[in-house]
């Protein structure tokens, strides 16, 4: 009989080697898509609205177009990856981008308009828990929040890599060039990641599948290391029949659910329309395209920082130490940011804050809602709180286009900005209570992972 080896136990213990690096440098190059494309569209908005004749209070719909589809994307698809696996969700999800991405550039109606934009978001949303799964998964135990939020970082990033190539391009090659780029990166990444990524380990384990592309894969990690007659085993992880949204409401994890799916919804509704309505807002009251690409830029800046750091943090202070305060002095730098339209200066230091509070809270959402589930539904309960977080990004761009045309100041604007992060910051006191519940709930009916 083979000895059997518990090949998560032996990522836990090895360091970190370079393969693991590149496989999430891939995902954080899929990552950066998302923040790309909503710069993109945030720095086209009025030419596009001049093509299709729509006034821009009026275009958030638009917006909103491309975020249902995301918020369907991350709904359906991260189910899916957690039956199908992760890799080849990713690369589809990429693919549908790219191509609706172009087809944004030849867009000459509004219903055309927000079909492609509709797509494009079913794809963006799509991948998102696809690769944060996998980023969690091939990461030693020890540091899956780092991985997690070094990855998601990636999004303000993209976006910062967007707002600086529009703030470029457009001028000179025209507003479409911006799609082309959108187009052209996807396929070339998805053409990578068919050659390069592999399948989750722990995915393939769960469902004891492929023994032989698991030991490949750990032959890259630890080359020489496995032993070659062992079957390769998982810590167990209770079978799920069904639908595996289900299990997100099961033992114990209903309520810290929902408590989390508030501050998902709060926080990334707050992020997406900072940087989809800030450029317009600021160009209303005077301030030049490139200066407010300058602006949103120190908003994308703040937001990588925090995200690339804020696993270190909260590995080193805990979740909640650090989200809630995190939440809160997001909410106040966003109501200080529509105060500060004195000076560029003054708007550049409070979009940075901004950036970086709320950028980090939605970072350390991430590693929350990684950590909370076991590996058979940490796709869904990622994709379902993503979900829940595209849904508020729906509402957010409508509501700013609501305020936009009543008329409200740019003071007004952004303290409504501002409420949603203190009501993500109570929300997650809530989940701070409730989660030793769900956690001795778990522990009691099922396996620790």
């Known amino acids: 009989m083979a000895m059997k080896v518990d090949a998560v136990a032996l990522i836990d213990r090895h360091p970190v080697t370079r393969f693991q690096i590149g496989v999430l440098i891939l995902c954080m190059l899929v990552a950066a898509l998302d923040g790309f494309d909503t710069q993109a569209i945030g720095y086209t908005a009025p030419a596009i609205a001049a093509v299709i004749h729509l006034p821009m209070p009026q275009f958030g719909q638009v917006g ?3 975020l249902v589809g995301a918020a369907l994307g991350a709904l359906s698809f991260g189910p899916l990856a957690d039956v199908f696996g992760r890799k080849w969700f990713m690369i589809i999800a990429v693919v549908v981008f790219a191509v609706f991405s172009y087809l944004t550039s030849t867009s ?18 799509g991948v998102t828990p696809a690769f944060l799964a996998m980023g969690a998964e091939l990461a030693p135990k020890r540091l899956r929040d780092v991985f997690v939020t070094v990855l998601f ?37 998805a053409v990578v990641l068919a050659i390069w990524l592999p399948e989750s380990i722990r995915f393939l384990l769960a469902r004891n599948m492929r023994q032989e592309e698991v030991r490949r ?18 810590p167990p992880d209770p079978a799920r029949e069904g639908v595996p949204v289900k299990h997100l409401f099961m033992e114990g994890r209903a309520v810290p659910t929902l408590l989390l799916w508030v501050p998902f919804f709060t926080i990334f509704m707050v992020l997406v329309t900072v940087t989809f309505w800030t450029p317009a807002v600021l160009n209303s009251v005077g301030f030049s395209l490139s200066a407010a690409a300058l602006i949103i830029g120190f908003n994308n800046l703040g937001s990588v920082i925090a995200s690339a750091t804020s696993g270190w943090a909260v590995h080193r202070g805990g979740v909640f130490r650090v989200l809630i305060p995190c939440a809160i002095l997001g909410g106040l730098s966003l109501a200080w940011f529509g105060q500060a339209t004195s000076s560029i200066a003054l708007l550049c230091i409070a979009s940075f804050l901004a950036g970086f509070f709320v950028g980090g809270t939605g970072t350390g959402l991430i590693a929350v809602a990684a ?13 379902w709180a993503m979900g829940m977080g595209r849904v508020g990004q729906v509402f ?11 008329g409200y100041k740019v003071g007004g604007i952004f ?10 910051a109570l929300f997650l006191v809530f989940l701070y209570f409730a989660r030793p519940v769900m956690e001795a709930d778990a522990a009691a009916r099922a396996p620790a992972e």
């Open 64 to 66: 909103s177009a491309g």
């Open 108 to 125: 000459t109606s509004l219903n055309q308009l927000l079909a492609y934009r509709f797509c494009c978001g079913l794809g963006l949303g």
């Open 153 to 189: 970082a990636s999004f303000p990033g993209g976006g910062l890599i967007g707002s600086l190539t529009s703030a470029w391009v457009i001028p000179t090659f025209g507003w479409q060039s911006v799609f082309y780029i959108g187009a052209v990166a996807p396929l070339i990444i």
């Open 217 to 234: 894969t750990l032959e890259r990690i630890m080359p020489g290391e496995v032993p070659p007659d062992a079957e390769l085993v998982a």
């Open 371 to 383: 950590g909370m589930y076991p590996t058979s539904i940490r796709s869904t309960g990622i994709g």
């Open 396 to 406: 957010g761009p409508i509501l700013a286009g609501v305020i936009v045309g009543l």
């Open 415 to 424: 303290y409504a900005a501002a409420v949603p992060c203190f009501i993500a």
